[in-house]
């Protein structure tokens, strides 16, 4: 029998390549590892269950409408996380400000946890694969105060783990603390997450484009042009490339990940940032990424590089198999307004 490594054997195996104390990567990671599960549990019956579809009646604080799940799923991060007492605050989509644990051990915690709880929540009661986000960051003020902002807002360089958990046909974690990216997939029968995807490397070239055309008219001429160049026919390049686009971030990108391609969330009109969140959509998985050699910046800056200023920040979002953003980026360049400007 060939053998399999746990999630909680890999990170006792590989203790010395964590930036963490002994033992504090694993309790915050088994905070994350138990929600995931019990998140997981509630999504496979979700069809199931009238009480937990569908919209819930409140809006988040970015006016749109929370499911039922993303309420669940940010109290069970919540409350796991609370319960293991690393982090001493939270910060997330579903939180106008970041929360602050106040009491207990938490406040000593060197750790701020940011995440997007649920993401693709449209795609629940379509039974299409959602996910969460999370970042992990030592936090800034002193272990023993009360949490505050300039905890959160780091940039992605600062970061000391990131992941994202893909509940699809089946669930997995995949994360990075800085040395490469590994998945691991949930073996329901056991409850155990089991090391399946060791090493992952995102390929430098590929044939897949996700974008939501349906805003095409709204997009910057950059990336109107590097989707046309997308679309023509060229045997040495693969060309066209395929169209493929879920609607939820993560399984999107988890997508071409494995089989390489290009996520583009642009800025439209009506969103001159885009939509996707910096500090919990766009820096962990940017990290992610890049840990596996691919890249990702807003069409022109390195996305770990830049400087947020506010929790629920919005970036345009280029990511995943490095030549692919790399060639949308200069389209970017080279039609962008003061490239225009200067040729007049
Ligand atoms: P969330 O469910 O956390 O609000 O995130 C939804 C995001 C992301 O998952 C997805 O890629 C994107 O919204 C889709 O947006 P459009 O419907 O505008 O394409
Ligand atoms: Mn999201
Ligand atoms: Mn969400």
Known sequence: MTKVTTLGEFIVERQADFPFAKGELSRLLSAIRLAAKV???????????????????????????QQKLDVYANQQMINALRAQQEVCGIGS???????????????????????????GSSNIDVN??????????????????????????????????AGYIIYGSSTMLVFSTGHGVNGFTLDTSIGVFCLSHPNMRVPEDGKLYSINEGNYKQFPEGVKKYIKYCQEEDAETNRPYTSRYIGSLVADLHRNMIKGGVYIYPSTGANPNGKLRLMYENIPLSFIVEQAGGKASDGKNRILEIQPKDLHQRTPLFIGSKNMVEMAERYMEEYSETAAGREE
């Open 128 to 161: 299409v694969s959602i996910g969460t986000i999370f970042s992990i960051y030592r936090r800034k003020s002193k272990p023993g105060t009360v949490a505050e902002l300039q905890d959160f807002l780091q940039p992605g360089v600062d970061l000391v783990a």
């Open 93 to 119: 989509e579903e939180n106008e400000d970041f929360i602050a644990f106040e009491n207990g051990e938490a406040i000593w915690g060197k750790y701020v946890v940011l995440m997007d709880p649920l993401d």
């Open 39 to 65: 998140v997981n549990r509630e999504v496979n019956k979700a069809g199931l269950v009238d009480d937990i579809l569908g919209a819930s009646g409140s809006e988040n604080i970015q006016g749109e409408t």
